[in-house]
């Protein structure tokens, strides 16, 4: 199984600053990864797949990078709404998740 | 706008069935290319995928919970259900049903359904 290990688990961030966030495969994913959004109560929401593609009606704020083992969601601008948690998901062997890191004011 | 729904008992008893439905509305069950999964999160943990089902009744599991999971199709009715068997207290989670388009990512979701596993 891929395990997958996001870091820092919170991130303590204000409005307008930048986010970044890490998830880590245990061996490589290729391109094969994607973030998801969790609000409290909600379920989560597809952000970017396959690394680098933000979903339909994603904000231009949101961008992924990486491959292989190392992977990267950016916020450029934190917007009050952002602070949620983050999981990562990758589709190389079977479908896992990353614990998730959660993006605090 | 595709939207899901889980429904089904919140508790269940250790030893038994746990049985939920996720109804589809807002297009079809039966395009090519979808398949329909379900993913659980058990209180303050992550997500962990239980498996997917295409319309024509293929499916694919997580291996750890692959001896106690079936997952089947209702196409009439824009359908799907989980039952997993012989449920201990490790299996109470919320339970989400999502869209799997070509076995690739999740999107989007239901809402959730706890369930709790509970003499």
């Known amino acids: 199984e891929i395990v997958l290990t996001q870091s820092p688990a919170t991130l303590s961030l204000s409005p307008g600053e930048r986010a970044t966030l890490s998830c880590r495969a245990s061996?490589?994913?290729?391109?094969?990864l994607a973030w998801y959004q969790q609000k409290p109560g909600q379920a989560p929401r597809l952000l970017i797949y396959?690394?680098?593609n933000r979903a339909t009606g994603i904000p231009a704020r949101f961008s992924g990078s990486g491959s292989g083992t190392d992977f990267t969601l950016t916020i450029s601008s934190l917007e009050p709404e952002d602070f949620a948690v983050y999981y990562c998901?990758?589709?190389?062997?079977?479908?896992?998740f990353g614990q998730g890191t959660k993006l605090e004011i | 706008q595709l939207q899901l729904q889980e429904s089904g008992p919140g508790l269940v008893k250790p030893s038994e069935t746990l049985s939920l439905t996720c109804t589809v509305s807002?297009?079809?069950?039966?395009?090519?290319?979808?398949?329909w999964g379900w993913i659980r999160q058990p209180p303050r943990r992550g997500l962990e995928w239980i498996g997917s089902?295409?319309?024509?009744?293929?499916?694919s599991f997580n291996p750890s919970l692959k001896s106690r999971v079936t997952i089947s199709v209702d196409t009439s009715k824009n359908q799907f259900s989980l039952n997993l068997s012989s449920v201990i207290a490790a299996d109470t989670a919320v339970y989400y049903c999502?869209?799997?388009?070509?076995?690739?990512?999740?999107?989007?979701w239901g809402q959730g359904t706890l369930v709790t596993v509970s003499s």
């Open positions: 999502a869209r799997h388009e070509n076995l690739r990512y999740f999107d989007p």
């Open positions: 807002g297009g079809s069950i039966s395009r090519s290319g979808y398949y």
């Open positions: 089902i295409h319309y024509s009744g293929s499916t």
């Open positions: 061996q490589s994913v290729s391109s094969y």
């Open positions: 396959d690394a680098s």
């Open positions: 998901q990758q589709r190389s062997d079977w479908y896992t």
